[in-house]
């Protein structure tokens, strides 16, 4: 019982794409992630170009029809070409890093901060046409810059495969409906069946 159970609930998680590696994507695409630039001309948040491009690295790794070039051999080109943060922005630039490390495709971008709200815009780039594949952008809080690249690294991965983003499961209503009924089945099974395992006494005979 609670085999069945657990096979229903991960059949609804991996349907839905809650479970992104049980996901069936028919194109892998090999993707660099370079630093995002800072175009706020304040370089007190020159750190979040790097954190925000491995929180997006970080983030597309886990899904499924994605492999990342590991960033050591990515900054070793950069460093080799002699290029600056200014640079990657150019997509001419970013195909010429991509093609270096053998990826498909680069994701590229930049971000702003204005009164503590960030705003990062980001392009995927085909390596081998150099069209743009996907550009989206999310906003959110500086101190919540985790969330805002969540956000932009799923619209990234939904613009790239092709699929719909929804409510993740576990917001829907049918879900929790799903959920108690599975709890209340399994609850009856457990307390009420097992006494009628056994047969019935039969009843006493009717007065003659």
Not at 15 to 28: A, E, F, K, S
Not at 52 to 58: G, R, Y
Not at 80 to 102: F, N
Request: aromatic share 8%; glycine share 8%.
């Amino acid at each position: 019982m609670k085999k069945l159970i657990s096979m229903g609930l991960v059949g609804i998680m991996a349907l839905n794409g809650l479970w992104p590696g049980v996901v069936l994507c028919r194109t892998t695409h090999v993707i660099a992630v370079l630093d995002f630039y800072n175009t706020t001309g304040q370089s007190t948040y020159d750190y979040l170009g790097r954190t925000i491009s491995e929180a997006v690295a970080t983030n597309l790794g886990k899904l499924k029809g994605v492999e990342l070039v590991e960033r050591g051999l990515l900054m070793k080109v950069i460093e080799e070409m002699k290029l600056s943060l200014i640079g990657l922005v150019d997509p001419r630039t970013a195909v010429r890093v991509g093609r270096a490390v053998g990826a498909t495709a680069v994701v590229l971008g930049s971000f702003t901060v204005i009164d503590r709200d960030l705003r990062i815009n980001a392009r995927v780039v085909e390596v081998e046409t150099g069209r743009i594949l996907a550009a989206e952008s999310a906003d959110g809080k500086v101190h919540k810059v985790s969330d805002v690249t969540d956000e932009l690294s799923l619209k990234l991965w939904s613009s790239l495969t092709g699929r719909k983003l929804s409510k993740p499961i576990y917001k829907r209503w049918w879900f929790w409906t799903f959920v108690v009924g599975v709890g209340y089945t399994a609850a009856a099974y457990q307390y009420h069946l097992p006494p009628f395992k056994e047969p019935l006494p039969m009843p006493p005979p009717p007065p003659q």
